[in-house]
Antibody
Framework: QVQLQESGPGLVKPSQTLSLTCTVSGGSISSGSYYWSWIRQPAGKGLEWIGRIYTSGSTNYNPSLKSRVTISVDTSKNQFSLKLSSVTAADTAVYYC????????????????WGQGTLVTVSS | SYVLTQPPSVSVAPGQTARITCGGNNIGSKSVHWYQQKPGQAPVLVVYDDSDRPSGIPERFSGSNSGNTATLTISRVEAGDEADYYCQVWDSSSDLFGGGTKLTVL
């Protein structure tokens, strides 16, 4: 059974770059032709999809964040990562990683399973 | 841009049926997925592709989608179903979530 676990600094200063890693266990990140996503949730608010990556390295980002987001994958470590640059207080949120699933390895995707999430606070 | 509209809250007595809606322009032409999120926990997929259930999700959870409204139906509601519920679609190369609905079990 695949499990995902986010890791990274819980506190980032404004204007700096937020960096998180998602470690996949219970299966190879390269098997099954899955995509892998990052999703965030500010406290008390709804969910926002950030972007996804395929194990080939191809990516797809939320247009509202595209200029600041980079998602990468390291298949040798069974991990994928998120970098969000020029952060502000508005980027304070719980960040989740998730596996993307679809019927034909093409959109539309649904997310299953999710990691437990990690809180990132942007503050000086 | 595409917008998904959910009621902020729905209340239902135990044993009754809860219906949570997700509105969007011609949403019936899209594939809708639903997630349950309990306080302090990650979301869990409860319905995908409008009406399919992942393994381990009770048959009490069902979904439908037509016209401008998708609906998550929870039959024989239990206290443990109290949670936030989110709908999700893919549109214009991006994934979108509804604002979420808090289900309260009276």
């Amino acid at each position: 059974q695949v499990q995902l676990q986010e890791s990274g600094p819980g506190l980032v200063k404004p204007s700096q770059t937020l960096s998180l890693t998602c470690t996949v266990s219970g299966g190879s990140i390269s098997s099954g032709s899955y995509y892998w996503s990052w999703i965030r949730q500010p406290a008390g608010k709804g969910l926002e999809w950030i972007g996804r990556i395929y194990t080939s390295g191809s990516t797809n980002y939320n247009p509202s964040l595209k200029s600041r987001v980079t998602i990468s994958v390291d298949t040798s470590k069974n991990q994928f990562s998120l970098k969000l640059s020029s952060v502000t207080a508005a980027d304070t949120a719980v960040y989740y990683c998730a596996r993307d699933v679809s019927a034909y390895q093409l959109p539309p995707f649904w997310f299953d399973p999710w990691g437990q999430g990690t809180l990132v606070t942007v503050s000086s | 841009s595409y917008v998904l509209t959910q009621p902020p809250s729905v209340s239902v007595a135990p044993g009754q049926t809860a219906r949570i809606t997700c509105g969007g322009n011609n949403i019936g032409s899209k594939s809708v997925h639903w997630y349950q999120q309990k306080p302090g926990q990650a979301p869990v997929l409860v319905v995908y592709d409008d009406s399919d259930r992942p393994s381990g999700i009770p048959e009490r959870f069902s979904g439908s989608n037509s016209g401008n409204t998708a609906t998550l139906t929870i039959s024989r509601v239990e206290a443990g179903d109290e949670a936030d519920y989110y709908c999700q679609v893919w549109d214009s190369s991006s994934d979108l979530f509804g604002g979420g609905t808090k289900l309260t079990v009276l």
